[in-house]
C-alpha cells in the first residue's frame, strides 16, 4: 500500500453532468498528480499541483480542473462529462517536486462510467 | 516529441524464464525512467527506476538496461514466477520539470505455471 487514498472507487454518471474525484496525499507530500487512464492503455499526464498552486497540465481541456488543500488533499473536477472521460482516474502523490530523487506513488483510482 | 513508445502489447511466459519489455522515447530532454507494474484494479506501483548517466540497474529479478545513443531502454524480469503476472509500463519524465511522467502503453505479461 502507498498510502494514498481516492475516493470514490466507482462512480456512473451521464453524459453533460459534473464529477468531483478526491485524493488524499501520503503523510509530508506536498505534490499531488492527476492521470486518466483509458482501458488498455496507460495513464495519461491531466495536471499537476504543487503547494496548492498548479504545477504544469497535460494535453486537457479547461472542463478537466483541479484542486489542492492545505493539508494537500487534492481534488479532480470533470465538467460537462463526454463518454470518452470514462476511464481510470489516478492521482499520485510525492513528497515534494523539487527533490531529484522522489518518486511518484500512486494510489488505487477512481473507475469512472459515462452513460 | 512526448511519446514513449513500448513493445510487446503482451507476451507469455514459462515460470522460470525471461520476460523482456522495451521502450523508446524521443524527447531527449527526459531523465527518470520508472518502470511500473499495475495488477488488475489497482494503482501502478513502482518497481524500478534509472537515470540515463547508468547503463543498467538491477534490484533482485528486475534489470533495467538504458542506451542513451539509441534512446531506448527495456525491462527484464529474470526467473519468472507467476505472481509476476501483471501488465507492466514505461514511463519518462524530466525531474527538473516536477517529474510528469509519460507512459508508454503497456505490456501485459503472463507467467504460466
Known amino acids: 500500500e502507498t498510502g494514498v487514498t481516492q475516493s470514490p472507487t466507482h462512480l456512473i454518471k451521464t453524459r453533460g453532468q459534473q464529477v468531483t474525484l478526491r485524493c488524499s496525499s501520503q503523510?509530508?507530500?506536498?505534490?499531488v498528480s492527476w492521470y486518466q487512464q483509458a482501458l488498455g492503455q496507460g495513464p495519461q499526464f491531466i495536471f499537476q499541483y504543487y503547494r496548492e498552486e498548479e504545477n504544469g497540465r497535460g494535453n486537457f481541456p479547461p472542463r478537466f480542473s483541479g484542486l489542492q488543500f492545505p493539508n494537500y488533499s487534492s481534488e479532480l473536477n470533470v465538467n460537462a462529462l463526454e463518454l470518452d472521460d470514462s476511464a481510470l482516474y489516478l492521482c499520485?502523490?510525492?513528497?515534494?517536486?523539487?527533490?531529484?530523487?522522489?518518486?511518484?506513488?500512486f494510489g488505487p483510482g477512481t473507475r469512472l462510467t459515462v452513460l | 516529441q512526448q511519446q514513449v513508445k513500448q513493445s510487446p502489447q503482451s507476451l507469455i511466459v514459462q515460470k522460470g524464464g525471461i520476460s523482456i519489455i522495451n521502450c523508446a522515447y524521443e524527447n531527449t530532454a527526459f531523465d527518470y525512467f520508472p518502470w511500473y507494474q499495475q495488477f488488475p484494479g489497482k494503482g501502478p506501483a513502482l518497481l524500478i527506476a534509472?537515470?540515463?548517466?547508468?547503463s543498467e540497474k538491477k534490484e533482485g529479478r528486475f534489470t533495467i538496461s538504458f542506451n542513451k545513443s539509441a534512446k531506448q531502454f527495456s525491462l527484464h524480469i529474470m526467473d519468472s514466477q507467476p505472481g509476476d503476472s501483471a501488465t507492466y509500463f514505461c514511463a519518462a519524465g524530466i525531474k527538473a520539470a516536477g517529474n510528469k511522467l509519460t507512459f508508454g502503453g503497456g505490456t501485459r505479461v503472463l507467467v504460466k505455471p
Open positions: 503523510s509530508g507530500h506536498n505534490t
Open positions: 499520485a502523490s510525492t513528497r515534494d517536486r523539487t527533490f531529484s530523487t522522489d518518486t511518484q506513488y
Open positions: 534509472i537515470r540515463p548517466d547508468v
